[in-house]
């Protein structure tokens, strides 16, 4: 059973990193064609990625984050990391993490997402 | 401004059926069949709902079908039920730097 979920702060500060960690369970990202994916979704609007780790270490970012977000994998402890600079209270969104099949390209698995406020 | 376009909102009577579009460019949806739909109800995380244009994962209704022509792809719902009322969102492969675009989700009401 594969299982996924955030961990992170609820509250930040303009101008401050955001670290979001998903811990996920009952799979490995050592296997081909597995991917963890981070996407957002500020209230009432809609859904938008962020960004993409593979199995391979290949890291995708959205084009107009690119230069805030570092994605990151600990295989071993089974964990994805993503860290956002410079917070906005734009940012202001649900974190959702999320396991991908490369094939398909479809999320199939998603966690239950953590609601970050970016708030003076 | 999301990459897909998909209408705001769609509405139908219980027993009825309903389509949401979802249109994107010869980049996405036109060139690749890796589009997939989600279920998201109030204050839920995303469900898979069709995976590769038509392909149902395992436990969703047979009510719910996929297609795609051209840069278009469709959900279709029939015998629509109270409990389908959710918004829902398309994605589709893409060849740019992120390798999924999603539609601007439609929400889904069951009159």
């Known amino acids: 059973q594969i299982t996924l979920k955030e961990s992170g702060p609820t509250l930040v500060k303009p101008t401050q990193t955001l670290t979001l960690t998903c811990t996920f369970s009952g799979f490995s990202l050592s296997t081909s064609g597995v991917g963890v994916g981070w996407i957002r979704q500020p209230p009432g609007k809609a859904l938008e990625w962020l960004a993409l780790i593979y199995w391979d270490d290949d890291k995708r970012y959205s084009p107009s984050l690119k230069s805030r977000l570092t994605i990151t994998k600990d295989t071993s402890k089974n964990q994805v990391v993503l860290t956002m600079t410079n917070m906005d209270p734009v940012d202001t969104a649900t974190y959702y993490c999320?396991?991908?099949?490369?094939?398909?390209?479809?999320?199939?698995?998603w966690g239950q997402g953590t609601l970050v406020t970016v708030s003076s | 401004q999301s990459a897909l376009t998909q209408p705001p909102s769609v509405s139908g009577s219980p027993g009825q059926s309903v389509t949401i579009s979802c249109t994107g460019t010869s980049s996405d949806v036109g060139s690749y069949n890796r589009v997939s739909w989600y279920q998201q109800p109030p204050g839920t995380a995303p469900k898979l709902m069709i995976y590769?244009?038509?392909n149902r994962p395992s436990g969703v209704p047979d009510r719910f079908s996929g297609s795609k022509s051209g840069n278009t792809a469709s959900l279709t719902i029939s015998g629509l039920q109270a409990e389908d009322e959710a918004d829902y969102y398309c994605?589709?492969?893409?060849?740019?730097?992120?390798?999924?675009?999603f539609g601007g989700g439609t929400k889904l009401t069951v009159l």
């Open positions: 999320a396991h991908i099949r490369e094939v398909e390209m479809a999320i199939d698995y």
């Open positions: 590769e244009v038509s």
């Open positions: 994605s589709s492969y893409t060849s740019s730097s992120i390798p999924v675009v």
